[in-house]
């Protein structure tokens, strides 16, 4: 089954890390964009610095699409996780449509609604699998 390959494969997370390290190394190495101001400087904590530094860094389009892959690949493996939990539990596969929606979107949402529907369905909510 093909679905089951691509939830399965580790390619797609494989090829979305390349792609982010690669759009990465290009930007520190070609660029005096913010990262590599950052980097030079030794300020990397300033990343962290609050909502106004966020919106600084993020106002770099190289940025925002290093931002863009790296939400991607989290919510791809999340949703995965998801997936394959549900198979596991052999969940029906209408009631992990919307949670597996809302994960490619807003992916701690998606995941909390998740779990909830999976303790009201199978009444039982594991912290290890």
Do not use: C
């Not at 990262?35 to 966020?54: A, C, V």
């Not at 106002?59 to 995965?80: E, M, P, R």
């Not at 949402?109 to 199978?122: D, H, Q, W």
Request: aromatic share 14%.
């Amino acid at each position: 089954n093909g679905t089951k390959v691509l939830i399965n494969s580790i390619l797609v997370p494989l090829i979305l890390g390349f792609t982010y390290f690669y759009v990465f190394y290009i930007y520190i190495n070609t660029s005096e964009g913010i990262f590599s101001n950052i980097l030079d400087k030794g300020k990397t904590f300033e990343l962290y610095m609050g909502i106004d530094q966020l919106k600084k860094i993020l106002s770099d389009k190289n940025v925002l699409l290093l931002f863009w892959i790296h939400f991607l690949t989290a919510n791809l493996v999340l949703g995965a996780w998801i997936a394959t939990d549900a198979a596991k539990n052999k969940a029906l596969q209408f009631i992990v449509l919307v949670p597996l929606v809302l994960t490619y979107f807003v992916g701690p949402i998606g995941l909390g609604v998740y779990l909830i529907l999976r303790l009201l369905a199978a009444q039982k909510l594991k912290l290890f699998d």
